[in-house]
């Protein structure tokens, strides 16, 4: 798939797991919950939700389910 735009795409499935991920700086986020409830960053999330992120430098994502996470400029 090409995407014409500076972004880097992650997907993860979580089983009560938590991962981590650092934006560098002048980077923003999106993250979209595919399956399950999720928690970024302390804010819970449910499949279907997405999540804009901006001024944070690191994203804490725990829970049960599948999220894609947009690293973006």
Do not use: W
């Given at each position: 798939m090409k995407i014409h735009q500076d972004v880097q795409l992650f997907a993860t499935i979580l089983d009560g797991e938590s991962v981590q991920h650092e934006l560098r700086q002048g980077r923003y986020a999106w993250l979209q919950?595919?399956?399950g409830a999720m928690e970024l960053n302390?804010?819970?999330l449910k499949a279907g939700d997405g999540?804009?992120?901006a001024e944070e430098r690191t994203l804490q994502?725990?829970?049960n389910g599948e999220a894609l996470?947009?690293?973006l400029n």
């Open positions: 919950v595919a399956k302390g804010k819970k999540c804009a992120v994502l725990s829970g996470l947009f690293d």
